[in-house]
């Protein structure tokens, strides 16, 4: 039986949601995240994820996901997959409230989540080459370092870009990230182990 591709089922889920959007049949205001609403509106920080503002934005947003989305899920299995995904969407929304200058001013995306997927992928495999802008190739964990660094100094400036919520995604990422690799670590000792007895009941 085939497993389930997670990155192309939100990719697909996102490209469907924005074109319901599109034919106004339901308030998309309902299910966008808003700072001033957030504990009266709960289910916001999941369904603003699958939300984009316009075709440009939904674009940059799924070339981003299939980008890094695939090869993470390869990496870690759809399980772990799902855990960086929802976590980083939902406190890149807690990095929005932290860092909103008008909580009344609602944020949509993917990128908080995508941030996620991002900052696992650079301490899971740091040295796979990205290219940022589109001409100046760059391992992975540069190149987040690079990313993590604008947008810090993205929030001093004016715009309509929810900084925080690109942080918020981008340091559970890494976290988790950072877990997955001492547990990747872990395994490799044990395994490396169990040879080496193997070996050594073989000699005797």
Partial sequence: MAQLNWTFTFLIIAVIVFFLQLTNIFDWRLFAFTPAFALEMP????TSIFLHADLTHLLFNMFALLMFGLALENRIGPRNYLIIF??????GSVGYILTARNPL?????MSGAIYGLMGALAMIMPGTMVWIGGFAPMPMIFAVFFWGISEFLGLFTSGVIARGA???GLFIGILYGLYLRKQEGKRRLRRHKIEISGYADWER
């Fill in 105 to 109: 001013i609602p944020a949509i995306g």
């Fill in 86 to 91: 929802f976590i980083a969407g939902i406190l």
């Fill in 166 to 168: 690109h942080l918020g």
């Fill in 43 to 46: 289910w916001t920080f999941i």
